[in-house]
């Protein structure tokens, strides 16, 4: 595979994360502009623990998606008596404070004769590990997509289990829910800081990927792409937001030669789509038909 | 004490262009309960074709400004069929993203329209600022205070006095039981879309003749602006809309005076979180959260 072919297809994977993490908030009925924040903490504090303290890779990502996660919470914490609409912008005000602060940020240390770390807008270069150990592109993206396979069993798992079905009915009713016994509070704190720690490992993958990264590119676009994702894809399984950001990705790629229209053509393919589809391609509905569908044949063959 | 007291009024000036944008938010919201992305696109697509005219056929500034203020409300129009009026009423996630994307369609063939990055707007009156004891006063800014209030007097008057008003208000209140007084929900949704993309334009073009340019950064800018003004104030509330927008102006301003330019969005974000935190249902908005509301509903 060439490198192109490559980079795109670790974009993919990397965005992936993210589109899964909005996904997570979902699922428990809660739409948050915010998840790009914990890909950018993530991608900054696992960059700094391997460009700046030379550990390894995997404890890097630890290192990230902890963060990431923690940081998740503290603002799940905060936010817990809000729904719908206020929390969708306490998210989005939280994620671009996080943004702007990183903006100022300057904090370096001395590797080798070299200043590292994050440079306020100048953003944190040299993110070396990749270079450093001679990996290729390709056997990166293998990484990234192992760690993608991992975290969409995890979730499909989560989904079959207790813990999805409690997500579920916090998301269609969470007085309800409270009603049947269940600590709500403690569940929606649970769901904000897997969704961080999701967000966390894909930023701290694109971090190393990229070797430097800018808090420009953690804006608001991000967020509200990886809602989309979830939306266009289908809110009926972990899939769903894994298709959405291939149709993106992989359609815009395609159509590179109607450069210059393909905001138009796109953005109105999906505005039909909506209107048809409005809870998205893979719906709750369709999901659970396909799996009666496949549930017949396994029947038959037994 | 001088420089605060100037920092304040200047703050106010700007704060009054937050207030305009935001009171298209709230209407929106107030009548149905979803949130337009694309608000902001929509006022500048609608600059950018008046613009276009003026570059290009070098027509007159009152016909730029028709233009403009038409544009808008046409393209406010194709939002609501598109995003809103298509799809169902309960998807309300639905719509957001789907008027997200649109916001990325407007922006794209505005930028087609005028390729380069900033464009000369022009104002339809002479710029004059007169000072009043230490303090200055810029005269477009002054102007655009009093818009605000007479944009918002204007509504009040429509919204409370006028049997479109309570046509309005019966079906942001309950559109089923609107339905059956025999209201035609989809024709006042369409109007009260029509009307909120005309004071968008009014809002726009007073902004941007301030401005004196135009940008591809505009709709952004706006949607946020709006979105934060509204938020701060308490949604859905009109008097609200215009004192978040005071609020978020004031507090911009003495942030860039004091702290400097990185930490004039930070500490309006800031102030956005904890106002949502502290008291959610912003400045003039109802302390009742939707969660009791709910509740309420059940009993």
């Excluded at chain 1, 079905?165 to 897997?194: C, K, P």
Aim: neutral net charge; hydrophobic residues 55%; contains cysteine.
């Amino acid at each position: 595979m060439d490198d192109y072919v490559v980079t795109v297809l670790s974009n993919i994977g990397m965005i992936s994360f993210i589109a899964l993490s909005a996904y997570l908030l979902l699922l428990t009925g809660e739409i948050s502009f915010g998840q790009q924040a914990y890909f950018g903490l993530s991608a900054y504090a696992a960059g700094a623990a391997t460009a700046m303290y030379q550990m390894p890779i995997w404890a890097g990502i630890v290192v990230g998606a902890c963060a990431a996660g923690l940081v998740a919470m503290v603002v799940g914490a905060l936010t817990l008596q809000l729904s719908g609409l206020y929390f969708s912008i306490a998210t989005l005000a939280f994620a671009e404070m996080a943004r702007l602060i990183l903006l100022i940020v300057e904090i370096q240390v001395d590797v080798d004769g070299e200043m590292v770390g994050p440079e306020g807008a100048n953003g944190f270069h040299g993110i070396r590990w990749m270079f450093e150990r001679d990996i290729s592109l390709t056997e990166f993206m293998l990484l990234i997509y192992g760690l993608l396979a991992l975290t969409l069993i995890c979730l499909l798992l989560v989904e079959r289990s207790r813990l999805g079905s409690i997500l579920r009915m916090l998301g269609s009713d969470d007085l309800l829910a409270e009603m049947q016994g269940l600590n709500t509070v403690r569940y929606r704190i649970l769901a904000v800081g897997m969704a961080g720690v999701i967000a966390g490992v894909g930023g701290a993958l694109y971090a190393h990927f990229t070797t430097y990264v800018e808090p420009q590119f953690f804006n608001v676009m991000l967020g509200v792409h990886a809602l989309a994702y979830g939306l266009i894809g289908g809110l009926g399984t972990a899939f769903g937001p894994l298709i959405g950001v291939a149709i993106d990705i992989g359609f815009l790629e395609a159509i590179r030669f109607i450069q210059g229209y393909r905001m138009i053509v796109f953005g109105g393919l999906v505005a039909i789509l909506l209107i048809f589809m409005p809870r998205g391609i893979l719906d709750e509905e369709r999901v659970h038909r396909l799996k009666a569908v496949f549930s017949r044949r396994n029947h038959a063959r037994a | 004490m001088i420089d605060f007291v100037q920092n304040t009024v200047d703050g106010m000036m700007f704060g009054s262009s937050y207030a305009l944008l935001a009171i298209g938010f709230t209407i929106i919201f107030g009548v149905m309960r979803r949130i337009n992305l694309s608000f902001g696109a929509t006022i500048m697509l609608g600059a950018y074709i008046g613009t276009w005219l003026h570059v290009h056929h070098q027509v007159s500034v009152w016909i730029v400004a028709l233009t403009t203020l038409a544009s808008t409300v046409l393209v406010g129009i194709y939002v609501e069929r598109l995003c809103f009026h298509a799809i169902r009423r309960s998807a309300v996630l639905a719509s957001m993203v789907s008027s997200f994307v649109i916001w990325m369609q407007l922006e794209e063939a505005a930028i087609h329209l005028l390729p380069e990055r900033t464009y000369a707007f022009p104002a339809l009156f002479a710029a004059v600022s007169f000072e009043l004891g230490p303090f200055l006063f810029r005269a477009e800014q002054t102007s655009m205070l009093v818009l605000a209030m007479i944009m918002v007097g204007a509504l009040h008057v429509l919204l409370y006095r006028t049997r479109f008003g309570l046509a309005l208000r019966a079906v942001s209140e309950n559109p089923l039981a609107a339905a059956y007084m025999g209201i035609n929900a989809a024709w006042v949704t369409l109007c009260a879309f029509a009307l909120v993309s005309l004071m968008g334009g009014v809002a726009g073009y007073a902004i941007l003749s301030t401005d004196a340019q135009i940008t591809p950064f505009f709709g952004l800018w706006a949607t946020f602006k709006g979105l934060i003004a509204m938020m701060l104030g308490g949604m859905g509330s009109l008097p609200g809309a215009i004192l978040g927008g005071l609020l978020l102006g004031v507090v911009e301003a003495h942030a860039l005076w004091y702290l400097g330019n990185e930490y004039k969005d930070l500490s309006a974000y800031l102030l956005l979180f904890g106002m949502l935190v502290l008291r959610p249902g912003g400045l003039m908005g109802q302390r009742i959260l939707s969660r009791e509301a709910l509740a309420f509903r059940r009993v």
